[in-house]
Protein backbone atom coordinates (compact mmCIF):
# COMPACT_ATOMS: atom_id res chain seq x y z
CA UNK A 1 0.00 0.00 0.00
CA UNK A 2 1.37 3.54 -0.77
CA UNK A 3 0.39 5.97 2.06
CA UNK A 4 1.14 9.70 2.58
CA UNK A 5 1.43 9.57 6.05
CA UNK A 6 1.95 13.08 6.80
CA UNK A 7 -0.73 15.63 5.16
CA UNK A 8 -1.41 19.20 7.31
CA UNK A 9 -4.50 19.83 8.04
CA UNK A 10 -4.90 22.44 10.63
CA UNK A 11 -5.80 25.00 8.46
CA UNK A 12 -8.95 23.29 7.63
CA UNK A 13 -9.64 22.56 11.04
CA UNK A 14 -8.86 26.05 11.79
CA UNK A 15 -11.55 27.53 9.52
CA UNK A 16 -14.06 25.06 10.24
CA UNK A 17 -13.59 22.94 7.55
CA UNK A 18 -13.37 19.72 7.04
CA UNK A 19 -10.04 18.05 4.44
CA UNK A 20 -12.14 17.72 1.42
CA UNK A 21 -9.80 18.89 -1.03
CA UNK A 22 -6.73 17.02 0.90
CA UNK A 23 -9.32 13.94 0.44
CA UNK A 24 -9.56 14.62 -3.10
CA UNK A 25 -6.33 15.05 -4.22
CA UNK A 26 -4.95 11.81 -2.55
CA UNK A 27 -7.69 9.85 -4.64
CA UNK A 28 -6.65 11.63 -7.96
CA UNK A 29 -3.22 10.37 -7.39
CA UNK A 30 -3.64 6.86 -6.76
CA UNK A 31 -2.71 6.70 -3.30
CA UNK A 32 -3.69 4.00 -1.78
CA UNK A 33 -4.38 6.13 1.92
CA UNK A 34 -3.41 9.25 3.98
CA UNK A 35 -3.21 10.24 7.14
CA UNK A 36 -5.06 13.41 8.13
CA UNK A 37 -2.74 15.08 10.64
CA UNK A 38 -3.55 17.71 13.41
CA UNK A 39 -1.50 19.75 16.04
CA UNK A 40 -2.45 19.03 19.54
CA UNK A 41 -5.90 17.50 18.32
CA UNK A 42 -7.30 14.59 16.35
CA UNK A 43 -9.84 14.50 13.40
CA UNK A 44 -12.85 12.42 15.36
CA UNK A 45 -14.57 9.21 13.54
CA UNK A 46 -17.63 11.46 12.84
CA UNK A 47 -15.54 13.89 10.82
CA UNK A 48 -13.63 11.11 8.83
CA UNK A 49 -16.91 9.48 8.04
CA UNK A 50 -18.23 12.28 6.55
CA UNK A 51 -15.19 13.01 4.83
CA UNK A 52 -15.30 9.81 3.08
CA UNK A 53 -18.96 10.27 2.50
CA UNK A 54 -18.67 13.91 0.58
CA UNK A 55 -15.87 12.29 -1.37
CA UNK A 56 -17.53 9.62 -2.27
CA UNK A 57 -14.07 8.01 -2.49
CA UNK A 58 -14.77 4.17 -0.70
CA UNK A 59 -11.06 2.95 -2.19
CA UNK A 60 -8.93 5.59 -0.51
CA UNK A 61 -8.13 4.18 3.49
CA UNK A 62 -8.69 7.72 5.49
CA UNK A 63 -6.53 7.97 9.37
CA UNK A 64 -5.89 10.60 11.42
CA UNK A 65 -2.66 11.51 13.34
CA UNK A 66 -1.31 14.12 15.84
CA UNK A 67 1.48 16.03 16.38
CA UNK A 68 2.97 16.48 19.74
CA UNK A 69 5.93 18.94 20.55
CA UNK A 70 8.26 17.57 22.89
CA UNK A 71 11.86 18.43 24.07
CA UNK A 72 13.50 16.41 20.62
CA UNK A 73 11.12 18.13 18.33
CA UNK A 74 7.94 17.23 16.81
CA UNK A 75 6.65 13.69 16.98
CA UNK A 76 3.74 12.28 14.94
CA UNK A 77 1.49 9.94 17.02
CA UNK A 78 -0.60 7.71 15.22
CA UNK A 79 -2.87 4.78 16.25
CA UNK A 80 -3.79 6.56 19.72
CA UNK A 81 -7.32 7.81 20.54
CA UNK A 82 -5.80 10.13 23.52
CA UNK A 83 -4.65 13.42 22.68
CA UNK A 84 -1.90 14.01 24.14
CA UNK A 85 -0.59 17.85 25.26
CA UNK A 86 2.75 19.51 24.39
CA UNK A 87 6.37 18.92 26.75
CA UNK A 88 6.23 15.58 27.14
CA UNK A 89 9.92 14.16 26.48
CA UNK A 90 10.08 11.15 23.94
CA UNK A 91 10.48 8.86 26.13
CA UNK A 92 7.54 9.23 28.10
CA UNK A 93 5.05 10.04 24.61
CA UNK A 94 6.77 6.47 23.70
CA UNK A 95 5.15 4.80 26.94
CA UNK A 96 1.72 6.35 26.59
CA UNK A 97 1.49 5.89 23.53
CA UNK A 98 2.51 2.29 22.96
CA UNK A 99 0.40 1.56 25.88
CA UNK A 100 -2.54 2.45 22.98
CA UNK A 101 -1.47 0.30 20.41
CA UNK A 102 0.25 3.32 18.83
CA UNK A 103 3.56 4.80 17.38
CA UNK A 104 5.84 7.61 17.66
CA UNK A 105 7.30 9.20 14.19
CA UNK A 106 10.19 12.04 14.86
CA UNK A 107 9.39 14.48 12.41
CA UNK A 108 12.90 15.70 11.21
CA UNK A 109 12.28 18.52 9.60
CA UNK A 110 11.13 19.74 13.16
CA UNK A 111 13.56 18.23 14.95
CA UNK A 112 16.35 19.71 16.92
CA UNK A 113 20.04 19.06 16.33
CA UNK A 114 20.05 16.69 19.38
CA UNK A 115 17.42 14.33 17.66
CA UNK A 116 19.40 14.27 14.51
CA UNK A 117 22.28 13.79 16.18
CA UNK A 118 20.85 10.71 17.82
CA UNK A 119 20.00 9.48 14.76
CA UNK A 120 23.25 9.92 13.11
CA UNK A 121 25.29 8.30 15.98
CA UNK A 122 23.32 5.30 15.71
CA UNK A 123 25.37 4.54 13.12
CA UNK A 124 28.06 3.74 14.89
CA UNK A 125 25.63 2.65 17.91
CA UNK A 126 26.47 4.71 20.20
CA UNK A 127 23.13 4.45 21.73
CA UNK A 128 20.18 3.56 19.81
CA UNK A 129 17.94 6.41 18.64
CA UNK A 130 14.70 4.01 18.40
CA UNK A 131 14.60 3.37 22.27
CA UNK A 132 13.15 7.11 21.79
CA UNK A 133 11.20 6.57 18.77
CA UNK A 134 9.53 3.87 16.59
CA UNK A 135 10.59 5.71 13.66
CA UNK A 136 11.90 8.48 11.06
CA UNK A 137 9.84 10.87 8.44
CA UNK A 138 13.33 10.81 6.60
CA UNK A 139 11.35 11.82 3.33
CA UNK A 140 9.28 15.43 3.69
CA UNK A 141 8.78 19.15 2.77
CA UNK A 142 11.19 21.29 5.31
CA UNK A 143 14.30 18.61 4.81
CA UNK A 144 17.08 19.71 2.54
CA UNK A 145 18.31 17.71 -0.02
CA UNK A 146 21.08 17.33 1.20
CA UNK A 147 19.67 15.32 4.47
CA UNK A 148 17.29 12.62 3.00
CA UNK A 149 20.31 11.71 0.94
CA UNK A 150 22.04 11.29 4.30
CA UNK A 151 19.77 9.67 6.13
CA UNK A 152 18.88 7.23 3.25
CA UNK A 153 21.60 5.93 3.40
CA UNK A 154 21.68 6.10 6.94
CA UNK A 155 18.87 3.48 6.53
CA UNK A 156 21.15 1.32 4.13
CA UNK A 157 23.17 0.84 6.53
CA UNK A 158 21.53 0.02 9.76
CA UNK A 159 17.79 -1.31 10.13
CA UNK A 160 15.13 1.66 11.16
CA UNK A 161 11.72 2.45 10.08
CA UNK A 162 11.88 5.11 7.52
CA UNK A 163 8.69 6.60 6.28
CA UNK A 164 8.10 9.45 3.79
CA UNK A 165 5.18 11.99 4.31
CA UNK A 166 4.63 15.29 2.70
CA UNK A 167 4.22 17.31 5.65
CA UNK A 168 2.34 20.06 4.06
CA UNK A 169 -1.17 20.45 2.86
CA UNK A 170 -0.85 19.14 -0.53
CA UNK A 171 -0.55 15.08 0.19
CA UNK A 172 1.61 12.85 -2.89
CA UNK A 173 4.87 14.82 -2.01
CA UNK A 174 6.48 12.36 0.07
CA UNK A 175 5.12 8.83 0.95
CA UNK A 176 5.47 5.42 2.44
CA UNK A 177 4.99 2.42 0.83
CA UNK A 178 3.90 -0.33 3.21
CA UNK A 179 4.22 -4.37 2.78
CA UNK A 180 1.41 -5.25 4.24
CA UNK A 181 -2.36 -4.15 4.28
CA UNK A 182 -3.43 -1.73 6.65
CA UNK A 183 -6.81 -0.97 7.64
CA UNK A 184 -7.41 1.10 10.51
CA UNK A 185 -4.79 3.09 12.67
CA UNK A 186 -3.85 0.68 14.95
CA UNK A 187 -2.36 -2.05 11.96
CA UNK A 188 -0.91 1.25 10.66
CA UNK A 189 0.99 1.55 13.82
CA UNK A 190 1.99 -1.63 14.08
CA UNK A 191 3.52 -1.86 10.36
CA UNK A 192 5.66 1.22 11.17
CA UNK A 193 6.33 -1.07 14.80
CA UNK A 194 7.76 -3.70 12.81
CA UNK A 195 9.58 -2.31 10.34
CA UNK A 196 7.24 -3.23 7.34
CA UNK A 197 7.59 0.45 5.67
CA UNK A 198 10.18 1.55 3.18
CA UNK A 199 9.94 5.55 2.16
CA UNK A 200 9.10 6.69 -1.97
CA UNK A 201 9.10 9.90 -3.22
CA UNK A 202 6.25 11.11 -4.82
CA UNK A 203 6.42 14.55 -6.77
CA UNK A 204 9.17 16.01 -4.13
CA UNK A 205 12.65 15.93 -4.71
CA UNK A 206 14.24 12.31 -5.92
CA UNK A 207 16.65 11.53 -3.26
CA UNK A 208 18.50 8.47 -4.85
CA UNK A 209 21.78 9.70 -5.07
CA UNK A 210 23.01 7.33 -7.06
CA UNK A 211 20.13 7.33 -9.74
CA UNK A 212 20.53 8.31 -13.54
CA UNK A 213 19.50 11.31 -14.91
CA UNK A 214 15.75 12.72 -14.02
CA UNK A 215 14.93 14.26 -17.02
CA UNK A 216 15.19 10.70 -19.36
CA UNK A 217 12.46 9.58 -17.11
CA UNK A 218 9.01 9.81 -19.21
CA UNK A 219 6.13 8.85 -16.84
CA UNK A 220 2.79 8.08 -18.53
CA UNK A 221 1.32 7.12 -15.51
CA UNK A 222 0.99 7.84 -11.53
CA UNK A 223 4.54 7.26 -9.73
CA UNK A 224 2.54 5.94 -7.24
CA UNK A 225 0.99 2.88 -9.45
CA UNK A 226 4.15 2.43 -9.87
CA UNK A 227 5.23 2.06 -6.53
CA UNK A 228 2.56 -0.96 -5.60
CA UNK A 229 4.07 -3.12 -7.72
CA UNK A 230 5.60 -5.96 -5.50
CA UNK A 231 6.67 -8.10 -8.17
CA UNK A 232 9.07 -7.31 -10.96
CA UNK A 233 9.83 -9.10 -14.04
CA UNK A 234 12.79 -8.11 -16.77
CA UNK A 235 13.10 -9.27 -19.80
CA UNK A 236 17.05 -10.45 -20.56
CA UNK A 237 19.19 -9.85 -23.67
CA UNK A 238 19.01 -5.81 -24.84
CA UNK A 239 17.52 -5.18 -21.10
CA UNK A 240 19.54 -6.72 -18.47
CA UNK A 241 22.51 -8.57 -20.70
CA UNK A 242 24.51 -6.66 -24.12
CA UNK A 243 24.58 -9.33 -26.31
CA UNK A 244 26.16 -8.99 -29.94
CA UNK A 245 26.29 -12.57 -32.16
CA UNK A 246 26.38 -13.68 -35.41
CA UNK A 247 25.10 -16.73 -37.32
CA UNK A 248 26.79 -16.69 -40.29
CA UNK A 249 28.96 -19.16 -42.68
CA UNK A 250 31.65 -18.63 -40.91
CA UNK A 251 30.14 -19.69 -37.63
CA UNK A 252 28.98 -22.59 -39.33
CA UNK A 253 32.00 -23.27 -40.80
CA UNK A 254 34.13 -23.62 -37.85
CA UNK A 255 31.45 -25.66 -36.29
CA UNK A 256 32.44 -28.13 -38.51
CA UNK A 257 35.50 -28.14 -38.25
CA UNK A 258 34.77 -29.05 -34.38
CA UNK A 259 32.66 -31.91 -35.39
CA UNK A 260 35.27 -33.31 -38.02
CA UNK A 261 37.51 -33.67 -34.79
CA UNK A 262 34.82 -35.65 -33.22
CA UNK A 263 34.51 -37.90 -36.60
CA UNK A 264 31.22 -36.31 -38.10
CA UNK A 265 31.81 -35.02 -41.70
CA UNK A 266 29.77 -32.18 -42.79
CA UNK A 267 30.38 -28.88 -44.45
CA UNK A 268 29.47 -25.65 -43.04
CA UNK A 269 27.29 -24.94 -45.82
CA UNK A 270 25.40 -28.05 -45.75
CA UNK A 271 25.39 -27.58 -42.15
CA UNK A 272 23.63 -24.44 -42.18
CA UNK A 273 21.43 -25.28 -44.83
CA UNK A 274 20.03 -28.46 -42.55
CA UNK A 275 19.79 -25.72 -39.29
CA UNK A 276 18.08 -23.05 -41.24
CA UNK A 277 15.66 -25.47 -42.61
CA UNK A 278 14.85 -28.00 -40.07
CA UNK A 279 14.01 -24.10 -37.90
CA UNK A 280 11.50 -23.37 -40.51
CA UNK A 281 10.47 -26.94 -40.23
CA UNK A 282 9.75 -27.12 -36.65
CA UNK A 283 8.21 -23.33 -35.98
CA UNK A 284 5.73 -23.98 -39.53
CA UNK A 285 4.54 -27.44 -37.46
CA UNK A 286 4.21 -24.93 -33.95
CA UNK A 287 2.44 -22.38 -35.48
CA UNK A 288 -0.63 -24.69 -36.23
CA UNK A 289 -1.33 -24.67 -32.18
CA UNK A 290 0.74 -21.42 -31.06
CA UNK A 291 0.37 -18.32 -32.18
CA UNK A 292 4.01 -17.45 -31.15
CA UNK A 293 5.92 -20.42 -31.16
CA UNK A 294 9.27 -20.84 -30.64
CA UNK A 295 11.80 -23.96 -31.61
CA UNK A 296 13.73 -25.73 -29.24
CA UNK A 297 17.55 -25.30 -30.84
CA UNK A 298 18.78 -28.91 -28.84
CA UNK A 299 16.33 -30.92 -30.80
CA UNK A 300 17.56 -29.10 -34.15
CA UNK A 301 21.43 -29.74 -32.87
CA UNK A 302 20.15 -33.19 -32.23
CA UNK A 303 18.81 -34.27 -35.18
CA UNK A 304 21.17 -32.74 -37.02
CA UNK A 305 24.03 -34.74 -35.50
CA UNK A 306 22.05 -37.78 -35.63
CA UNK A 307 21.63 -37.63 -39.57
CA UNK A 308 24.84 -36.20 -40.18
CA UNK A 309 26.52 -38.67 -38.32
CA UNK A 310 24.30 -42.24 -38.93
CA UNK A 311 23.77 -43.14 -35.25
CA UNK A 312 21.72 -41.96 -32.43
CA UNK A 313 22.97 -38.42 -30.59
CA UNK A 314 22.69 -38.30 -26.58
CA UNK A 315 21.56 -34.95 -25.47
CA UNK A 316 24.54 -34.74 -23.41
CA UNK A 317 26.76 -34.20 -27.22
CA UNK A 318 23.57 -31.95 -28.45
CA UNK A 319 23.87 -30.01 -26.08
CA UNK A 320 27.93 -29.63 -25.84
CA UNK A 321 27.53 -28.55 -29.74
CA UNK A 322 24.78 -26.09 -29.14
CA UNK A 323 27.54 -24.51 -26.50
CA UNK A 324 30.60 -24.80 -28.79
CA UNK A 325 28.13 -22.80 -31.75
CA UNK A 326 27.24 -20.56 -28.88
CA UNK A 327 30.82 -19.34 -28.29
CA UNK A 328 31.56 -19.51 -32.15
CA UNK A 329 29.06 -17.09 -32.58
CA UNK A 330 29.04 -14.58 -29.75
CA UNK A 331 31.24 -11.19 -30.46
CA UNK A 332 30.71 -10.03 -27.10
CA UNK A 333 28.73 -10.59 -24.26
CA UNK A 334 28.08 -8.45 -20.77
CA UNK A 335 25.54 -7.04 -18.22
CA UNK A 336 24.94 -3.62 -18.55
CA UNK A 337 26.42 -0.76 -16.35
CA UNK A 338 25.20 -1.21 -12.90
CA UNK A 339 22.73 -4.41 -13.67
CA UNK A 340 23.92 -6.31 -10.82
CA UNK A 341 24.08 -3.40 -8.42
CA UNK A 342 20.31 -2.52 -9.19
CA UNK A 343 19.38 -6.04 -9.08
CA UNK A 344 20.96 -6.33 -5.56
CA UNK A 345 19.12 -3.13 -4.56
CA UNK A 346 15.72 -4.04 -5.31
CA UNK A 347 15.66 -7.08 -3.87
CA UNK A 348 17.06 -5.73 -0.55
CA UNK A 349 13.92 -3.76 -1.03
CA UNK A 350 11.71 -6.44 -0.89
CA UNK A 351 10.46 -7.06 -4.94
CA UNK A 352 10.48 -10.35 -5.81
CA UNK A 353 11.76 -10.74 -9.44
CA UNK A 354 11.91 -12.78 -12.05
CA UNK A 355 12.82 -13.35 -16.01
CA UNK A 356 11.15 -13.96 -19.33
CA UNK A 357 13.37 -14.54 -22.11
CA UNK A 358 12.58 -15.13 -26.24
CA UNK A 359 16.02 -17.18 -25.81
CA UNK A 360 17.62 -20.67 -25.69
CA UNK A 361 17.93 -22.96 -22.52
CA UNK A 362 20.81 -24.60 -24.38
CA UNK A 363 22.28 -21.05 -24.71
CA UNK A 364 21.09 -18.80 -21.81
CA UNK A 365 21.27 -21.14 -18.62
CA UNK A 366 25.40 -21.46 -19.07
CA UNK A 367 25.73 -17.41 -19.96
CA UNK A 368 23.17 -16.63 -16.65
CA UNK A 369 25.53 -19.33 -14.59
CA UNK A 370 28.68 -17.20 -15.94
CA UNK A 371 27.32 -13.66 -15.00
CA UNK A 372 26.11 -14.92 -11.84
CA UNK A 373 22.42 -13.77 -11.99
CA UNK A 374 20.57 -16.71 -10.79
CA UNK A 375 20.53 -15.37 -7.23
CA UNK A 376 18.42 -12.19 -8.02
CA UNK A 377 15.31 -14.17 -9.59
CA UNK A 378 12.94 -16.68 -7.99
CA UNK A 379 12.31 -17.55 -11.67
CA UNK A 380 13.60 -17.88 -15.02
CA UNK A 381 11.13 -18.42 -18.31
CA UNK A 382 12.66 -19.47 -21.48
CA UNK A 383 10.82 -19.42 -24.58
CA UNK A 384 12.34 -22.86 -25.43
CA UNK A 385 11.02 -24.58 -22.64
CA UNK A 386 7.67 -23.13 -22.97
CA UNK A 387 6.97 -23.74 -26.42
CA UNK A 388 5.89 -20.08 -27.29
CA UNK A 389 7.33 -16.54 -26.91
CA UNK A 390 6.26 -13.16 -26.23
CA UNK A 391 4.20 -11.36 -26.65
CA UNK A 392 2.03 -14.79 -26.15
CA UNK A 393 0.53 -14.50 -22.88
CA UNK A 394 0.65 -17.77 -22.26
CA UNK A 395 4.49 -17.02 -20.78
CA UNK A 396 3.31 -13.88 -19.25
CA UNK A 397 0.50 -16.15 -17.17
CA UNK A 398 3.65 -18.72 -16.41
CA UNK A 399 5.34 -15.52 -14.84
CA UNK A 400 1.91 -14.68 -13.04
CA UNK A 401 1.55 -18.09 -11.47
CA UNK A 402 4.93 -17.82 -10.17
CA UNK A 403 4.89 -14.80 -8.50
CA UNK A 404 1.49 -15.34 -6.74
CA UNK A 405 0.69 -11.54 -7.43
CA UNK A 406 -2.33 -10.15 -9.09
CA UNK A 407 -1.11 -8.87 -12.57
CA UNK A 408 -1.59 -5.10 -11.97
CA UNK A 409 0.47 -5.50 -8.77
CA UNK A 410 3.68 -6.77 -11.55
CA UNK A 411 5.82 -4.82 -13.58
CA UNK A 412 7.60 -6.31 -16.75
CA UNK A 413 11.04 -4.80 -17.47
CA UNK A 414 12.19 -4.93 -20.98
CA UNK A 415 13.45 -3.50 -24.24
CA UNK A 416 11.16 -4.59 -26.97
CA UNK A 417 7.88 -2.25 -27.69
CA UNK A 418 6.40 -5.05 -28.83
CA UNK A 419 7.43 -8.31 -27.79
CA UNK A 420 8.17 -6.64 -23.86
CA UNK A 421 5.64 -3.98 -23.62
CA UNK A 422 2.71 -4.82 -26.19
CA UNK A 423 2.88 -8.35 -24.39
CA UNK A 424 3.02 -7.26 -21.03
CA UNK A 425 0.44 -4.42 -21.38
CA UNK A 426 -2.40 -7.32 -22.75
CA UNK A 427 -1.65 -9.52 -19.85
CA UNK A 428 -2.06 -6.72 -17.40
CA UNK A 429 1.28 -5.84 -16.17
CA UNK A 430 2.52 -2.59 -15.43
CA UNK A 431 5.53 -1.91 -17.51
CA UNK A 432 8.88 -0.08 -17.79
CA UNK A 433 10.63 0.40 -21.65
CA UNK A 434 14.21 0.00 -21.86
CA UNK A 435 15.28 2.30 -24.76
CA UNK A 436 18.69 0.52 -25.61
CA UNK A 437 18.23 0.32 -29.36
CA UNK A 438 18.30 -3.39 -29.51
CA UNK A 439 14.57 -4.96 -29.38
CA UNK A 440 11.64 -3.61 -31.93
CA UNK A 441 11.35 -0.11 -31.39
CA UNK A 442 7.67 -0.42 -32.92
CA UNK A 443 4.50 -2.16 -32.15
CA UNK A 444 1.89 -3.69 -34.68
CA UNK A 445 -0.44 -3.54 -31.98
CA UNK A 446 -1.56 -0.05 -30.13
CA UNK A 447 1.19 0.37 -26.91
CA UNK A 448 1.72 2.52 -24.35
CA UNK A 449 4.70 1.97 -21.58
CA UNK A 450 3.57 3.48 -18.36
CA UNK A 451 7.18 4.36 -17.83
CA UNK A 452 9.96 5.12 -20.50
CA UNK A 453 13.80 4.94 -19.34
CA UNK A 454 14.80 7.07 -22.54
CA UNK A 455 18.79 6.73 -22.34
CA UNK A 456 18.42 2.90 -21.08
CA UNK A 457 19.61 3.70 -17.61
CA UNK A 458 18.85 1.09 -15.12
CA UNK A 459 20.15 3.30 -12.30
CA UNK A 460 16.40 4.87 -12.37
CA UNK A 461 14.67 2.10 -11.94
CA UNK A 462 15.44 2.54 -8.28
CA UNK A 463 13.15 5.98 -8.73
CA UNK A 464 10.22 4.20 -9.89
CA UNK A 465 10.50 1.17 -7.63
CA UNK A 466 11.01 2.56 -4.16
Known sequence: MIIDIHVETDACASAGELPLNQVLEASSLGLDGIVLVRRGALWTDEDISNVRLKTGDLRLQIFKGQIVKCKEGDILVIGCDSVFKDGFSSLELKHWARREGGCCVL????????????????????????????????????????????????????????????????????????????????????????????????????????????????????????????????????????LKSNETHNEFHRLAMWLSNENIQVSGHVLMNYYRQKCSELYANALKTVKFPEVDILQVFKDAITLFSGKPCSEEFARKAALVFRTLSIKSISLYPNARRILRELKRRGYSMGIISNAQAA????????????????????????????????????????????????????????????????????????????????????????????????????????
Open 363 to 466: FTIPEIEDLKLWQFFEFIILSSDVGCSKPDNKIYAIASRQLEFPPDKTAFIGDDLYGDIFGANQHGYKTVFVKTNVGNMTSPGKVSPDVTLCDGDLRNLLRIFP
Open 107 to 242: ILSNAGEFSKNIAYEYIDRKFSAFDLFDALEIFSDGISKKEMREFLELKRKVKFCALGGSASESPGRYMTKFFMPVRNEKELARAIINNKAYPCPGSGFCVDSRGGSLSSILWNTQKCEMAKCKGLVFDLYGTLID
